[in-house]
């Protein structure tokens, strides 16, 4: 019989697969592949003025002490994000750029 680890499930998007934005770990960088159809249209439209469109690559500078929010760099400037708008921004961690 095989033993199962209990406990819970930790998501882990596979190579590939768009993952958000909130998801990148410190230190890591992305290519943003597009946002989210669920984003309201007037955030959507915010953060594509902002330079979030897709295929910008995306890097997870820093975050608040309390984990909110999040310092972002992208087309040659840091940009501030609270992680309920970076939730609406779908990254490709896989993407070769990232070094990995």
């Known amino acids: 019989m095989t033993a199962v680890a209990k406990g819970p499930a930790i998501p882990v998007a596979a190579p590939g697969v768009p993952s958000t934005l909130a998801d990148l770990p410190r230190g890591e960088s992305a290519r943003i592949v ?3 159809a669920t984003a309201p249209e007037m ?3 915010r953060l594509r003025d902002l330079g979030f469109r897709s295929e910008v690559e995306i890097e ?3 975050c608040a002490p309390l984990g909110d929010p999040v310092v972002f760099r992208l087309c040659g400037y840091e940009m501030c994000l ?3 708008e970076a939730r609406h921004v779908l990254v490709d961690e896989s993407w070769a750029g990232n070094g990995r």
Do not use: E, H, Y
Request: hydrophobic share 35%; proline share 0%; net charge positive.
């Open 34 to 36: 597009g946002l989210s």
């Open 43 to 45: 955030v959507c439209r």
């Open 60 to 62: 997870n500078v820093r």
């Open 82 to 84: 609270r992680r309920a």
